[in-house]
T-cell receptor
Framework: SAVISQKPSRDICQRGTSLTIQCQVDSQVTMMFWYRQQPGQSLTLIAT?????????ESGFVIDKFPISRPNLTFSTLTVSNMSPEDSSIYLC?????????????FGEGSRLTVL | GESVGLHLPTLSVQEGDNSIINCAYS??????FIWYKQESGKGPQFIID?????DKRQGQRVTVLLNKTVKHLSLQIAATQPGDSAVYFCAENNYGQNFVFGPGTRLSVLP
């Protein structure tokens, strides 16, 4: 299984600021995903981070708000822009097991953001 | 679109008893299902998976049952231990589409 490291693990942010979350994987992976988990709720897919091309965003999420980079097969960043208290969530990086969508997903420990 | 839900949002069980966590899904075309465990402050951890060509799969102390007729998935934990206390999510996948996660069930193990 892949080992996924996320930074920061938690942060407290001011309204209107932006924060970039980093995700590092210990092996090359094809698929990397970013999820949001709002307090007490389930996981919602934000976007698929594609290496060498623009990320693919899910309905309700836009690049201006959540810009994503994927410079190589082991690293990705998610920026939460112009934050408001509604952005207070856990943001999770995830990778697949190399079998594409038909295999399990591995998750990082998450980045817990609190926006004041 | 498809959705995945749970019958019980919280479940309390006595230590040593068996636990059953349920999940209903609405997309009959889903072909792959996973149960995840999420402990407080941690990311989801894979427990067990099952494909649509099976109706039962067993792991260590855990069993997943799939009833495609009524679109129901369950996770059975035998001899529940304090370390099993967590939120459990089911997730479904439809032939290469993105995973859809259920709302989660919090399992509390009572001493």
């Amino acid at each position: 299984s892949a080992v996924i490291s996320q930074k920061p693990s938690r942060d407290i942010c001011q309204r209107g600021t932006s924060l970039t979350i980093q995700c590092q994987v210990d092996s090359q992976v094809t698929m990397m995903f970013w999820y949001r988990q709002q307090p007490g709720q389930s996981l919602t897919l934000i976007a698929t981070a594609n290496q060498g091309s623009e990320a693919t965003y899910e309905s309700g999420f836009v690049i201006d708000k959540f810009p994503i980079s994927r410079p190589n097969l082991t690293f990705s960043t998610l920026t939460v822009s112009n934050m408001s208290p509604e952005d207070s969530s856990i943001y999770l990086c995830s990778v697949d097991n190399g079998q594409g969508y038909t295999g399990e997903l591995f998750f990082g420990e998450g980045s817990r953001l609190t926006v004041l | 679109g498809e959705s995945v839900g749970l019958h019980l949002p919280t479940l309390s069980v006595q230590e040593g008893d068996n636990s059953i966590i349920n999940c209903a899904y609405s997309n009959s075309a889903s072909d792959y299902f996973i149960w995840y465990k999420q402990e407080s402050g941690k990311g989801p951890q894979f427990i067990i998976d099952i494909r649509s060509n099976m109706d039962k799969r067993q792991g260590q102390r855990v069993t997943v049952l799939l009833n495609k007729t009524v679109k129901h998935l369950s996770l059975q934990i035998a001899a529940t231990q304090p370390g099993d206390s967590a939120v459990y999510f089911c997730a479904e996948n439809n032939y290469g589409q993105n995973f859809v996660f259920g709302p989660g069930t919090r399992l509390s193990v009572l001493p």
